[in-house]
């Protein structure tokens, strides 16, 4: 049988053969690119874009308008374990967008000092926002106000008191220490902007720069070009944010077609006047709310600050459904949180320091222990109703309230009393003037002035002129008063007669808002004993005590019972999962408490309005806990009053509307 071969149909399958090993090549060249885009997510620019739409007066995310309500939750006032249980409860409420501020001395707590890990592990902070759906707007400061000390700038850039830095100025020291820090801090921002890949949108420059008096142009423009710099100049949409007052407008914006100018405003300002006002400003742009505040903050021996629910909610209607167009909210703060350790800030007003307690509770729809209020179920309602395409169901389902615990009674049993405290000063100096806080390079905490052989004598009157803040007076190692900054005559008469005088001066917050932030704490002043100036005459001794070493303590059991300015210990013991509590300090006055080494914050139960501490369960551990507390006012009369009381109910003060 013949066989004829057809050549052209031989050619045909060859041609075949070669596109289908074409089209394999093809594909394995769009999933090696698929591949490398997933982890690099640099290489998204050009796909993910979030601007400013001038002409429409909104924001476009990839080419489309885009809806937003904000909350302000920050990262510094909860453990990092809970982050997500915060996140996820700020998304299940509807708002799709976090604001944080970033606490400059939390990351640099020492010149050149930098921390990024723990409870500052920010990028981690924002990537945990970004795994729950929600996009970020950043507020670097440097300077934040936020009731944080010193607005959240370091306390070495104050400089030394004989030569101080003109802070939010162009003064050429302080430009040094806001770039040495902007340039370790953007460069972990860059990877997380949303052209990136990653989930932050926004980016503040410097914060309500109106309210400062410096009105500085070029440190204005300094502090853009660095941002620029680094996260580029149309990566992520720059903005300001400011008071509605005309003096707050007029030095608060950057007049430049890529930054935005908005405003803050509460519950008591009707938000078209306050729009209309800006538009002097800026005529174009979107309407941003950038601080609606649902609550408000609290100062110690004043009354705990509260927002009607309904009013708020109200107000927050009228701007979703406002004739002037699309108005977005933030809300400062939706979770408000706790100022550990001694990083609360303090105000001053009409010649009166006014520090602010632990608690930031804020009276804001998440409570401070995280819970969903009614106060978030109102909003969340609102959000729902007037903004249904935000909303996201499965997180909804998702978010609870955690469970607190009591646990009951807690003596304290052993002691380290105030002769000994010395032990745990980390430095020591000698000086005929007393040096204060910075001059010691110290932050936090207190410093004990200690001063032998004056030869007081009973009737002696100690003065000083400008205590900053708290001073506990001993002579003798015994406790005689204490003089407070506020204080109308801050002296005080001694009715012993003695050879040693030892001063222990807490730091209660650097003031974080106005003209005051110069706030340098320590003896800053002449101090005089019986109209004798004995500062800067006699010899000092000036111990550091920052207290972050009270696990270093060599306690003991004590039959008799010491005075104030001791340390005291306990332990208590949790039966399964840990929960949240709070430490009730009904017997004490005044310091600072400790829960296996986590500095829980200051107490001032004689002035409330805060009645108890939030202890956070992550922090407690199954089986034994250990509990201490440095009491520089009271001590219990009777040894079994001695101790602390773990409840499960906050108490931040009776609200006051």
Not at 428 to 457: A, C, M, W
Not at 624 to 653: H, Q, S, T
């Given at each position: 049988m013949l066989h004829v071969v057809d050549k052209s149909g031989s050619n045909s399958t060859l041609k075949m053969i070669v596109s289908r090993q074409k089209l394999f090549i093809l594909f394995a060249f769009l999933a090696i690119c698929l591949y490398v885009t997933l982890l690099n997510p640099a290489s998204y620019r050009g796909s993910r874009s979030f601007v400013v739409d001038y002409e429409n007066d909104v924001f476009l995310k990839d080419g489309t308008p885009f809806d937003f309500v904000s909350g302000s939750l920050h990262y510094f006032r909860v453990p990092h374990q809970l982050w997500r249980d915060r996140l996820l409860k700020l998304r299940a409420s509807g708002i799709n967008v976090v604001s944080t501020y970033v606490a400059w001395n939390v990351h640099e707590p020492h010149e050149g000092v930098f921390s990024f890990a723990g409870d500052a592990d920010l990028v981690k902070f924002v990537k945990t926002a970004q795994s729950l759906d929600l996009l970020v707007n950043i507020r670097p400061g440097p300077y934040i106000c936020a009731e944080w000390d010193n607005g959240g700038i370091p306390y070495f850039v104050l400089g030394d008191p004989t030569s101080p830095i003109k802070l939010r100025s162009s003064d050429e020291r302080y430009l040094a220490h806001v770039k040495r820090y902007y340039d370790v801090l953007l460069p972990k921002l860059k990877p997380m902007l949303y052209s990136n890949g990653g989930p932050i949108v926004l980016a503040q420059i410097e914060n309500e720069y109106g309210s400062d008096l410096t009105c500085d142009k070029k440190y204005k423009e300094f502090l853009y070009n660095l941002m620029k710099e680094h996260l580029g100049n149309n990566d992520v949409v720059y903005y300001t944010a400011d008071g509605w007052d005309m003096h707050h407008l007029i030095c608060g914006p950057i007049h430049d077609s890529n930054v935005l100018t908005t405003i803050n405003f509460g519950t008591k300002t009707e938000h078209h006047d306050a729009y209309y006002r800006m538009r002097g400003?800026?005529?174009?742009?979107?309407?941003?709310?950038?601080?609606?505040?649902?609550?408000?903050?609290?100062?110690?021996?004043?009354?705990?600050?509260?927002?009607?629910?309904?009013?708020?909610?109200?107000?927050?209607?009228?701007?979703?459904?406002?004739?002037?167009?699309?108005?977005?909210?933030?809300?400062?703060?939706?979770?408000?949180?706790?100022?550990?350790?001694?990083?609360?800030?303090?105000?001053?007003?009409?010649?009166?320091?006014?520090?602010?307690?632990?608690?930031?509770?804020?009276?804001?729809?998440?409570?401070?222990?995280?819970?969903?209020?009614?106060?978030?179920?109102?909003?969340?309602?609102?959000?729902?109703?007037h903004r249904p395409a935000l909303v996201h169901p499965s997180f909804a389902a998702e978010a609870k309230n955690s469970t607190k615990k009591g646990y009951g009674w807690v003596d304290l049993t052993e002691v380290l009393e105030f002769g000994r405290l010395k032990s745990l000063a980390t430095c020591h100096h000698e000086r005929t003037k007393p040096k204060t806080f910075s001059q010691l390079k110290q932050d936090f905490g207190f410093v004990l002035y200690?001063?032998?052989?004056?030869?007081?004598?009973?009737?002696?009157?100690?003065?000083?002129?400008?205590?900053?803040?708290?001073?506990?007076?001993?002579?003798?190692?015994?406790?005689?008063?204490?003089?407070?900054?506020?204080?109308?005559?801050?002296?005080?008469?001694?009715?012993?007669?003695?050879?040693?005088?030892?001063?222990?001066?807490?730091?209660?917050?650097?003031?974080?808002?106005?003209?005051?932030?110069?706030?340098?704490?320590?003896?800053?002043?002449?101090?005089y004993l019986d109209g004798e100036k004995i500062s800067g005459v006699n010899k000092w001794?000036?111990?550091?005590?920052?207290?972050?070493?009270?696990?270093?303590?060599?306690?003991?059991k004590s039959t008799i019972l010491p005075g104030p300015g001791?340390?005291?210990?306990?332990?208590?013991?949790?039966?399964?999962?840990?929960?949240?509590?709070?430490?009730?300090?009904?017997?004490?006055?005044?310091?600072?408490?400790?829960?296996?080494?986590?500095?829980?914050?200051?107490?001032?139960?004689?002035?409330?309005?805060?009645?108890?501490?939030?202890?956070?369960?992550?922090?407690?551990?199954?089986?034994?806990?250990?509990?201490?507390?440095?009491?520089?006012?009271?001590?219990?009369?009777?040894?079994?009053?001695?101790?602390?009381?773990?409840?499960?109910?906050?108490?931040v003060g009776e609200c006051h509307y």
């Amino acid at each position: 049988m013949l066989h004829v071969v057809d050549k052209s149909g031989s050619n045909s399958t060859l041609k075949m053969i070669v596109s289908r090993q074409k089209l394999f090549i093809l594909f394995a060249f769009l999933a090696i690119c698929l591949y490398v885009t997933l982890l690099n997510p640099a290489s998204y620019r050009g796909s993910r874009s979030f601007v400013v739409d001038y002409e429409n007066d909104v924001f476009l995310k990839d080419g489309t308008p885009f809806d937003f309500v904000s909350g302000s939750l920050h990262y510094f006032r909860v453990p990092h374990q809970l982050w997500r249980d915060r996140l996820l409860k700020l998304r299940a409420s509807g708002i799709n967008v976090v604001s944080t501020y970033v606490a400059w001395n939390v990351h640099e707590p020492h010149e050149g000092v930098f921390s990024f890990a723990g409870d500052a592990d920010l990028v981690k902070f924002v990537k945990t926002a970004q795994s729950l759906d929600l996009l970020v707007n950043i507020r670097p400061g440097p300077y934040i106000c936020a009731e944080w000390d010193n607005g959240g700038i370091p306390y070495f850039v104050l400089g030394d008191p004989t030569s101080p830095i003109k802070l939010r100025s162009s003064d050429e020291r302080y430009l040094a220490h806001v770039k040495r820090y902007y340039d370790v801090l953007l460069p972990k921002l860059k990877p997380m902007l949303y052209s990136n890949g990653g989930p932050i949108v926004l980016a503040q420059i410097e914060n309500e720069y109106g309210s400062d008096l410096t009105c500085d142009k070029k440190y204005k423009e300094f502090l853009y070009n660095l941002m620029k710099e680094h996260l580029g100049n149309n990566d992520v949409v720059y903005y300001t944010a400011d008071g509605w007052d005309m003096h707050h407008l007029i030095c608060g914006p950057i007049h430049d077609s890529n930054v935005l100018t908005t405003i803050n405003f509460g519950t008591k300002t009707e938000h078209h006047d306050a729009y209309y006002r800006m538009r002097g400003f800026q005529k174009k742009g979107p309407l941003v709310n950038s601080e609606f505040y649902p609550g408000w903050l609290d100062h110690w021996s004043e009354p705990h600050q509260c927002r009607d629910t309904g009013f708020v909610n109200s107000q927050f209607i009228k701007m979703l459904v406002s004739k002037l167009g699309k108005v977005y909210v933030n809300f400062y703060m939706f979770f408000g949180g706790t100022n550990f350790a001694f990083y609360a800030g303090a105000n001053h007003n009409a010649g009166k320091y006014q520090p602010d307690p632990t608690t930031y509770d804020y009276d804001a729809p998440m409570s401070e222990a995280g819970d969903m209020t009614y106060k978030y179920q109102v909003l969340q309602s609102t959000i729902a109703k007037h903004r249904p395409a935000l909303v996201h169901p499965s997180f909804a389902a998702e978010a609870k309230n955690s469970t607190k615990k009591g646990y009951g009674w807690v003596d304290l049993t052993e002691v380290l009393e105030f002769g000994r405290l010395k032990s745990l000063a980390t430095c020591h100096h000698e000086r005929t003037k007393p040096k204060t806080f910075s001059q010691l390079k110290q932050d936090f905490g207190f410093v004990l002035y200690e001063i032998n052989e004056v030869q007081g004598s009973e009737l002696d009157v100690l003065k000083i002129t400008d205590p900053r803040d708290s001073v506990s007076v001993f002579v003798d190692n015994y406790y005689v008063g204490t003089i407070f900054r506020n204080d109308p005559e801050p002296q005080l008469q001694i009715h012993h007669d003695f050879n040693k005088l030892s001063l222990l001066v807490e730091n209660m917050g650097r003031v974080n808002y106005g003209p005051k932030m110069h706030d340098y704490k320590g003896i800053i002043s002449d101090v005089y004993l019986d109209g004798e100036k004995i500062s800067g005459v006699n010899k000092w001794d000036m111990w550091c005590l920052p207290l972050n070493n009270t696990d270093k303590a060599a306690f003991a059991k004590s039959t008799i019972l010491p005075g104030p300015g001791s340390l005291f210990r306990g332990t208590f013991t949790v039966s399964g999962t840990p929960a949240d509590t709070w430490a009730k300090l009904t017997m004490f006055s005044k310091g600072v408490i400790w829960v296996n080494n986590h500095n829980l914050g200051r107490y001032w139960t004689s002035v409330g309005p805060q009645k108890h501490l939030y202890v956070p369960g992550v922090w407690l551990k199954e089986g034994v806990n250990e509990v201490i507390v440095l009491e520089v006012e009271r001590i219990p009369e009777k040894r079994e009053f001695l101790g602390v009381e773990f409840v499960d109910v906050p108490d931040v003060g009776e609200c006051h509307y």
